[in-house]
């Protein structure tokens, strides 16, 4: 399994339908549904079935070999000059 990626998000917490989404780990909302009911979806190393978990910053969501992990939008360095 590869290093997880960083994805910045604006407020405390998240819905995990939303972050699979935000993150690149599914095309829609609508597609998120049925990969988290079947138990496709992992957070912090364990199986989660509720599309609505609320993520929290340094949470690690795993979806077939990619992870992806809640974090700050104000302290994310996306490495571009401006």
């Given amino acids: 399994m590869s290093e997880p990626f960083d994805v910045p998000i604006r407020d405390e917490v998240i819905r995990l339908g939303q972050f699979l989404k ?6 829609s909302g609508a ?7 079947d138990g496709a979806v992992q957070v912090n190393g ?6 609505g978990r609320q993520l929290q910053r340094g949470d690690v969501v795993t979806l077939g070999g ?4 809640v974090v700050d939008e104000e302290g ?3 490495g571009l000059p401006w």
């Fill in 46 to 51: 364990e199986v989660e079935t509720r599309r």
């Fill in 66 to 69: 990619a992870s992806a992990r």
């Fill in 76 to 78: 994310y360095d996306d």
């Fill in 22 to 27: 935000l993150a690149s780990l599914v095309e």
């Fill in 31 to 37: 597609q998120a549904k049925p990969v988290i009911a």
